[in-house]
Each structure stands twice: as structure tokens, then as C-alpha cells.
């Protein structure tokens, strides 16, 4: 019989394993941590992931450092730098084109056209549309220039140059052409634009256009060339009074800017014009036919004499306007290819001579306005003069003369002249000083006052640099030098009662609103009395209306003439050594009412006589004569009483 196992029996569980020696009771144990998948025995270290966040550091200061990069860029483009950027991003579509103003014309006294303006057109291009991407050829440039160069007497190469620029939309090609090239250069373009819409060939020409752009003509030639200058390539005053009054006359240019494609105009884009100021005209004090009697006259003698060159001046002796300014050789400013470069100038104040005889004037001045001699003071002349260290004489070789003062000037004696102005002062250094004086008020060594393009204002030494010849010799006028335009002022001033006036050649301005101003009054200065004035006039009527003058040559019929001759030991400016001779004659009329100055000088005259009597003192009669009935002049009154020119036996004398 089975025992029924005890409930109060305690039934044993299962075996525990046995705790090693030395082992941590169980519940000190750890669970074993869980393997991870990096081998290694005990002591090697394990691969752990990184921390995220600094990377995110990272790239968050990196996207901020670019956004701000950008966001600069960005307010540099549409803010600081907008305009800049906006004005290239324009280069493409707009074009700048220059407005020529039209220049002011030039006129005579009467309102004769000098200079003016005509039609004409300024060649332009578009660099861009002879690129191969608008025109499918490469060598479209060469193309077009070999098409334009003989229409518009154009250097190819040039011309492919300026059409192959890449830094501009806007080349000139040509520069005031006339209607008929313009017309030639459309009939091209349309040759080219009917090849290329059949595709036998590129429309090399489609960049071309036109500007009007008015022409600079002078339609009297050679009249009055040297005192009007011309106009050279660009459009700017090149000489005379085209250089001096460029400003006035060019006016202002203005501008258009406008949007174009394909070469042509986008009407619907608007256009931005700035408009030009016209010039101003400009009307002058030079008559036109006195100009040309007087530049006639002149070029037949400088011809006749083989001369080199020669000038005359006409001046009005009351105002001080110059009526004529005549250059021999001249040149036609509508065409300079054939001009030289010595006749671009004005001659007539550019060119400085030692003007002889004619500059005694100023020395008989000198002494009568001192009181040291009057018209009949005795002058003992002999045929030679020892000064310093050398001989002077006079023209011709003669006895002894009794002369009057009136009759050194008559007889245009080198040595009376230097006897009278010796009288000027107790030495010859105090004499030096008192007719330097006197020469630098009639101008002699100043501006002329016309201040044009190269005047020369004269060579007047001072007198303690006098060397011992010129002491004696500038009173004769040698060894001083001056200019036409001087030299016809002295007897201007002497014919205006001892006043001086500077010589004007602008008698107004028609600005560009049509308002005419007349010019400013000349300065004008007492130079010596009116009594010593007319007295030298009266000693002037001598030198032409006595047998015994030089000056006979001058007279004119129904008219008192005073003049003065003038033969002048020359320096060549290309040597600088003394050549040939400088002829001139000097005066005005009528004598008693003096109206006009006439002054000739011809240079190096190689034919026939050179003296001035007889090479300028015809050119005189003809320029004053014809200059006198222009005006309307009329005759004056009775002649004057004789004065003499050689002194009575026993009369007093000066040396």
C-alpha cells in the first residue's frame, strides 16, 4: 500500500547551481549586457555614433553666410550699382546719337555771307550689326569697307577697323557728306538687302545710316580767307576767326537717345532728345568789295614783282574798323588740299618785319610833341653820318642838304631823322627812352587788340638794351619789328586827331534768339596832341603832293593824299640773315577829313624796282582810290599851302 506523501512535507525544488568562491550573491549580480556587434575580447573599445548637433551648427552658419552673401550681391545690383547695371544692360537696345548744332554764319558789313552752312550728312555705323551673329559672315566689316571707301574717299582698312569695334554702338564713318554720296551708299544697301533676301549673299551694309549734319562753306573762296580761317575734320574752328569765335559759332550739340532692333528704330519705345543750340552769327566790320579790290590789287603785284608775299589793311579811321584784310599768296578754305602751311595763317598779324621808312612817322611824332623842332626847322644833312662805330646814309647819294623837318620826312632822310630825335633828350640814353616811350603808345611791341589765332605783338627791345646801331637805327625803322595791322594803326592814329583806337573786325552778334548785339567800343588812348596831328598830316601831304617827295606815285585826282614810303632792309625767317627787301607804303584821305588808312607791304620783291614808291604806292592808289567812291566819299576842299622842304639860306639848325 502506497503512502500518501505528507502535505505537511515539504517536497524539495530543484538544484541550485553552486555560488562559486568568491562570487557575488545573485541578487548582485547584472544581467550580462547585450552583445554588441564590434568584436573584440575584453578590453577593446567599440565604435559609438556621433553627436548630430554641432553639425547642424555647421550648416546652418554656412547657409546663413550664403544667403547673406546673396542678399549683399543682390542690393548691390538693384540699389548701389542699379544705374550702372541698367545703362549696360541698355547698350544693346538704345542708341546714343549726337545732334550737331548748326554753326553761325559769318558776314560781311553788309550781310554777305563770308561762311556759312549747307545740307550734308555725317556717315555713321552700329559695330554690333556687322557681327557674324547679325550678319552670318565673319568677314562683314572688310565687306561693307570695301563697298563704302570709294564712295566716301575712305582708307579700307580704316573703315573695317571702326566696323569691328566691340565697345561702342556708334562709329562716324564719314563726316559731312553731300546728298548725292548719301544716295549713292542707299542704292548699295538696297543692292545688298535684295542679294540677301534672295540668299546670294549677307546684307553687309544693313549697319550703315545717316546724321544730317550741316557743311561749313565759304562761298567767295579766297576773299578774306586769312582773317576767316577755316574749319578742319571735326567740326571745330582750325584758323582766324573760325578758331577765335569757335565757341559762339559752333553753338552747342545735343542728343538723341532711342530703342532700336535690327538696326532700325522701335517707334513704340519713345525717344529722348536733348536739342542743339544753334551758333551765333557773326556779322563783321571787313566790306566785301573793298576786300576784294584790295586782295585783287595786291596778289597782281606780288605777282608782277615776283614777291614772296605781301599784305594790305584798310581801316576805317574814325572807328577803328578794319574795312580789308589782304594776305598774298591766299587759300581756298573749301579746299585745303592744295594750300601750303605757310598761307593758312593771317599774315597781316602773324608776320613781323622792320618796317622801314613808314615808321618815321612816329620819331617826327616824338619831336614835335617834345617841342624840340617845328615843321620848317632847319636840318643840315650830310651825304654820311659817323654813329658809334659805322657810317649811315641815305637812299640815294647826295650833296649836302638844307632840309626842313618837313623835308626829312618828305625826302624820307635816314640821317635827318637821326639828327632830329637826337634832340630828345640831353644824352642819347635820355633820347633812347623818350621815343621808346613814344613807339610803345602808337603799339609798337603790344597786342593789336583783335586777338587772333598766332598775333604777334611786335619786337621792341627796350632802350637800355639798345645796341649802338639800333640807337640809331630804330628811328629810321630798322631794328624794330611790327605787324601790317600796327603799321596801318599808327597813321589811323594820326588821321583821328592823335588818338589811338584798337582795330576791330566783329561789328556784331545775331544770337541764337534773334536778338542782334552790336559789339563793344573799342579802348581807345591819346597818343599825342591834336595840333601835333595835324600837323604831321599836313607833313604827309608833302611826301605825296611835292615834286620833291617820295611819295608821288600815291596821288589821287580831286583828293589830298597823305602818305609815307617805306624801303626796309628784310630778314629772312628762315636764315635770319638780312635779304632782299621789305617795299610799303602808308597813308590816309582825304588828308584834311581822313576817313580811311590804307597800308601795303610786299616782301622780297625780286622784279623790276623795290622801293616802296614804286611797288606799293600804286597797290595804294588803287586800294584808296576804289575805297573812296565805295563810301562816297566826296572830294575835300582848296589844297593846302606849301609847306617846304628845303630851308632858306641862313635859317637855324638842329645839329
Same mark, same amino acid.
Given at each position: 500500500?502506497?503512502?500518501?506523501?505528507?502535505?505537511?512535507?515539504?517536497?524539495?525544488?530543484?538544484?541550485?547551481?553552486?555560488?562559486?568562491?568568491?562570487?557575488?550573491p545573485r541578487a548582485a549580480r547584472k544581467p550580462p549586457a547585450r552583445q554588441r556587434p564590434s568584436g573584440g575580447g575584453r578590453g577593446g573599445s567599440g565604435l559609438r555614433l556621433a553627436s548630430y548637433r554641432p553639425r547642424l551648427r555647421l550648416v546652418g552658419v554656412g547657409l546663413t553666410l550664403i544667403v547673406a552673401v546673396f542678399s549683399v550681391r543682390l542690393?548691390?545690383?538693384?540699389?548701389?550699382? %542699379? =544705374?550702372?547695371?541698367?545703362?549696360?544692360?541698355?547698350?544693346?537696345?538704345?542708341?546714343?546719337?549726337?545732334?550737331?548744332?548748326?554753326?553761325?554764319?559769318?558776314? %560781311?558789313?553788309?550781310?554777305?555771307?563770308?561762311?556759312?552752312?549747307?545740307?550734308?550728312?555725317?556717315?555713321?555705323?552700329?559695330?554690333?550689326?556687322?557681327?557674324?551673329?547679325?550678319?552670318?559672315?565673319?568677314?562683314?566689316?572688310?565687306?561693307? %569697307?570695301?563697298?563704302?571707301?570709294?564712295?566716301?574717299?575712305?582708307?579700307?582698312?580704316?573703315?573695317?577697323?571702326?566696323?569691328?569695334?566691340?565697345?561702342?554702338?556708334?562709329?562716324?564713318?564719314?563726316?559731312?557728306?553731300?546728298?548725292?554720296?548719301?544716295?549713292?551708299?542707299?542704292?548699295?544697301?538696297?543692292?545688298?538687302?535684295?542679294?540677301?533676301?534672295?540668299?546670294?549673299?549677307?546684307?553687309?551694309?544693313?549697319?550703315?545710316?545717316?546724321?544730317?549734319?550741316?557743311?561749313?562753306?565759304?562761298?567767295?573762296?579766297?576773299?578774306?580767307?586769312?582773317?576767316?580761317?577755316?574749319?578742319?575734320?571735326?567740326?571745330?574752328?582750325?584758323?582766324?576767326?573760325?578758331?577765335?569765335?569757335?565757341?559762339?559759332?559752333?553753338?552747342?550739340?545735343?542728343?538723341? &537717345?532711342?530703342?532700336?532692333?535690327?538696326?532700325?528704330?522701335?517707334?513704340?519705345?519713345?525717344?529722348?532728345?536733348? =536739342?542743339?543750340?544753334?551758333?551765333?552769327?557773326?556779322?563783321? &566790320?571787313?566790306?566785301?568789295?573793298?576786300?576784294?579790290?584790295?586782295?585783287?590789287?595786291?596778289?597782281?603785284?606780288?605777282?608782277?614783282?615776283?614777291?614772296?608775299?605781301?599784305?594790305?589793311?584798310?581801316?576805317?579811321?574814325?572807328?577803328?574798323?578794319?574795312?580789308?584784310?589782304?594776305?598774298?599768296?591766299g587759300f581756298d578754305p573749301n579746299d585745303l588740299s592744295g594750300a601750303s602751311a605757310e598761307s593758312l595763317g593771317n599774315p597781316t598779324v602773324q608776320d613781323v618785319y622792320e618796317p622801314g621808312s613808314t615808321s618815321k612817322l612816329m620819331s617826327m611824332a616824338a619831336v614835335l610833341e617834345e617841342g624840340k623842332a617845328t615843321p620848317s626847322t632847319q636840318v643840315?644833312?650830310?651825304?654820311?653820318?659817323?654813329?658809334?662805330?659805322?657810317?649811315?646814309?641815305?637812299?640815294?647819294?647826295?650833296?649836302?642838304?638844307?632840309?626842313t623837318l618837313n623835308g626829312v620826312l618828305a625826302k624820307s632822310s635816314n640821317i635827318g631823322t637821326i639828327l632830329a630825335t637826337e634832340q630828345l633828350g640831353g644824352t642819347q640814353a635820355k633820347a633812347n627812352r623818350v621815343l621808346h616811350d613814344y613807339l610803345r603808345r602808337f603799339g609798337i611791341g603790344r597786342p593789336t587788340g583783335l586777338g587772333l589765332p598766332?598775333?604777334?605783338?611786335?619786337?621792341?627791345?627796350?632802350?637800355?638794351?639798345?645796341?649802338?646801331?639800333?640807337?640809331?637805327?630804330?628811328?629810321?625803322?630798322?631794328?624794330?619789328?611790327?605787324?601790317?595791322?600796327?603799321?596801318?594803326?599808327?597813321?589811323?592814329?594820326?588821321?583821328?586827331?592823335?588818338?589811338?583806337?584798337?582795330?576791330?573786325?566783329?561789328?556784331?552778334?545775331?544770337?541764337?534768339?534773334?536778338?542782334?548785339?552790336?559789339?563793344?567800343?573799342?579802348?581807345?588812348?591819346?597818343?599825342?596832341?591834336?595840333?601835333?596831328?595835324?600837323?604831321?598830316?599836313?607833313?604827309?601831304?608833302?611826301?605825296?603832293?611835292?615834286?620833291?617827295?617820295?611819295?608821288?606815285?600815291?596821288?589821287?585826282?580831286?583828293?589830298?593824299?597823305?602818305?609815307?614810303?617805306?624801303?626796309?632792309?628784310?630778314?629772312?625767317?628762315? &636764315?635770319?640773315?638780312?635779304?632782299?627787301?621789305? %617795299?610799303?607804303?602808308?597813308?590816309?584821305?582825304?588828308?584834311?577829313?581822313?576817313?580811311?588808312?590804307?597800308?601795303?607791304?610786299?616782301?622780297?620783291?625780286?622784279?623790276?624796282?623795290?622801293?616802296?614808291?614804286?611797288?606799293?604806292?600804286?597797290?595804294?592808289?588803287?586800294?584808296?582810290?576804289?575805297?573812296?567812291?565805295?563810301?562816297?566819299?566826296?572830294? &575835300?576842299?582848296?589844297?593846302?599851302?606849301?609847306?617846304?622842304?628845303?630851308?632858306?639860306?641862313?635859317?637855324? =639848325?638842329?645839329?
Open positions: 500500500m502506497s503512502q500518501r506523501p505528507d502535505p505537511r512535507r515539504k517536497v524539495p525544488g530543484p538544484a541550485r547551481p553552486q555560488r562559486a568562491r568568491g562570487e557575488p542690393l548691390q545690383v538693384q540699389a548701389v550699382d %542699379a =544705374s550702372a547695371f541698367a545703362e549696360k544692360a541698355a547698350l544693346n537696345r538704345y542708341v546714343k546719337v549726337p545732334l550737331a548744332a548748326e554753326r553761325g554764319a559769318i558776314t %560781311a558789313r553788309d550781310g554777305t555771307p563770308f561762311a556759312s552752312t549747307v545740307d550734308a550728312y555725317d556717315i555713321t555705323a552700329d559695330p554690333y550689326l556687322f557681327t557674324r551673329k547679325q550678319t552670318g559672315v565673319a568677314d562683314a566689316p572688310e565687306r561693307a %569697307a570695301a563697298l563704302l571707301a570709294p564712295v566716301i574717299d575712305g582708307n579700307r582698312q580704316k573703315i573695317a577697323e571702326q566696323l569691328s569695334r566691340t565697345d561702342t554702338r556708334y562709329v562716324l564713318l564719314a563726316r559731312q557728306r553731300t546728298p548725292q554720296e548719301w544716295r549713292k551708299i542707299k542704292e548699295l544697301k538696297s543692292e545688298q538687302a535684295a542679294k540677301a533676301s534672295e540668299k546670294k549673299g549677307a546684307n553687309v551694309l544693313a549697319g550703315v545710316f545717316q546724321q544730317e549734319h550741316a557743311k561749313r562753306i565759304y562761298p567767295n573762296k579766297d576773299l578774306a580767307s586769312g582773317v576767316l580761317g577755316f574749319v578742319n575734320s571735326e567740326g571745330e574752328g582750325g584758323a582766324g576767326l573760325e578758331a577765335k569765335l569757335d565757341k559762339k559759332l559752333a553753338g552747342e550739340d545735343g542728343r538723341i &537717345t532711342y530703342a532700336q532692333s535690327g538696326g532700325r528704330q522701335v517707334p513704340t519705345a519713345g525717344v529722348n532728345e536733348e =536739342s542743339a543750340t544753334p551758333g551765333s552769327d557773326m556779322e563783321l &566790320t571787313l566790306d566785301r568789295d573793298i576786300q576784294f579790290a584790295a586782295q585783287r590789287a595786291l596778289a597782281d603785284r606780288v605777282e608782277s614783282s615776283d614777291a614772296d608775299s605781301g599784305y594790305v589793311v584798310v581801316q576805317d579811321t574814325r572807328s577803328g574798323q578794319l574795312l580789308a584784310m589782304a594776305n598774298a599768296p643840315t644833312v650830310p651825304n654820311r653820318l659817323k654813329r658809334a662805330d659805322r657810317f649811315f646814309a641815305d637812299d640815294v647819294d647826295h650833296p649836302t642838304w638844307q632840309l598766332g598775333e604777334t605783338e611786335g619786337i621792341l627791345p627796350k632802350p637800355g638794351k639798345w645796341s649802338s646801331s639800333q640807337q640809331y637805327t630804330i628811328p629810321f625803322g630798322q631794328g624794330l619789328s611790327l605787324n601790317a595791322v600796327q603799321a596801318a594803326s599808327i597813321y589811323s592814329t594820326i588821321a583821328n586827331g592823335g588818338v589811338r583806337k584798337e582795330p576791330t573786325l566783329v561789328r556784331g552778334t545775331t544770337q541764337e534768339d534773334g536778338r542782334y548785339v552790336r559789339a563793344p567800343e573799342p579802348k581807345e588812348r591819346r597818343v599825342v596832341s591834336e595840333k601835333t596831328a595835324r600837323t604831321l598830316s599836313r607833313m604827309l601831304e608833302s611826301v605825296v603832293d611835292d615834286m620833291e617827295g617820295t611819295g608821288t606815285t600815291a596821288k589821287i585826282p580831286g583828293y589830298r593824299v597823305a602818305g609815307k614810303t617805306g624801303t626796309a632792309n628784310r630778314v629772312d625767317p628762315k &636764315t635770319g640773315r638780312y635779304d632782299g627787301y621789305t %617795299a610799303s607804303f602808308a597813308g590816309f584821305a582825304p588828308a584834311d577829313k581822313p576817313r580811311v588808312t590804307v597800308y601795303c607791304a610786299v616782301q622780297n620783291p625780286k622784279k623790276g624796282s623795290y622801293f616802296g614808291s614804286d611797288v606799293c604806292g600804286p597797290v595804294y592808289k588803287k586800294v584808296m582810290n576804289f575805297a573812296l567812291k565805295s563810301l562816297q566819299i566826296p572830294p &575835300t576842299g582848296d589844297k593846302p599851302a606849301q609847306m617846304p622842304v628845303f630851308a632858306n639860306p641862313g635859317s637855324g =639848325s638842329t645839329d
